[in-house]
């Protein structure tokens, strides 16, 4: 009679003296984006790895043209109390409106062609609002015609920077000056612009000037750019041969409204 059969033997059984078995693969860990901890930005130059903070949305991610929220955070927690107002006149996908919620302001956001029902529609150029009734502005207004927002004429985002955009600026500075209580802040998110066959224009200085009527000067911060097209290969190749730069960083223009001898809150 033949031997009985030893019992089948799984080599990633664990006996002495067995093969080791195959290494079980370990499932591939999912790719989680580190952000670092949300803290205040203390030097003038600012940088977050993403365009969000938490694990929530602020504002929308599929909106072109979307302001990093920890911008916005950290003005609105530098220069405003729990409680206060905060205006954001080109308010798009909302993203002042979600951190006024995270930090327990009162945001109140206007924009030609509102994305939610929270956004009411006014022109930044006249808004519905009592003078001296805001207690800081946050603004990303459109950098000239570099980006298609709507199609409502009144979109500062048509214009170019050839003068017909500085002018439209300027009526937007002396709305927010009517409406910004005295002493407060205003901060003005914006980006240079280079288009090919037309040239540079420093959108930065030309509203840090314009502000100046109404506004002194409260500081300037670096905010470095995180856009996607920095680092795409062609982008760069053009860059290079073609002898202009991408830009690299928005400016922050911080301002604090003069306070009128004649004013009265
Ligand atoms: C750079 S986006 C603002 C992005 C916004 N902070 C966000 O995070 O989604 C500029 C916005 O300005 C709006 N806009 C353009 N002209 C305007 C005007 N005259 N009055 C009010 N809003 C205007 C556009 O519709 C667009 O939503």
Known sequence: MPPPRPPAVHYSDPFPGARP??????????????????????????DYPSQHYGNEEQGSQRFKGATPSYVIWNVIHRYSEPGEIVLDPFCGSGTTLDVCRDLDRKGLGFDVAPMRPDIQQADARSLPLKQRSVDLIFMDPPYADNLEYSDDPRCIGKLKANGQYQRAMRLVLRECARVLRNERVLAIYVCDVFQK?????????????????HFTPLDHVAVVRHNRTLEMGNYRKAADEGGFLLRGFNHLLLFRRNAHPFDRE
């Not at 860990?29 to 930005?41: D, M, S, T």
């Not at 066959?197 to 009527?213: D, N, Q, S, T």
């Open 21 to 46: 078995g195959p290494k079980p693969i370990p499932p591939r860990p999912r790719r989680l984006l580190k952000k670092p901890p949300l803290v205040p930005q203390v030097t003038t130059l600012w």
């Open 197 to 213: 066959g037309r040239g540079f224009f420093p959108l930065g200085f030309e509203l840090f000037e314009m502000a100046r009527p």
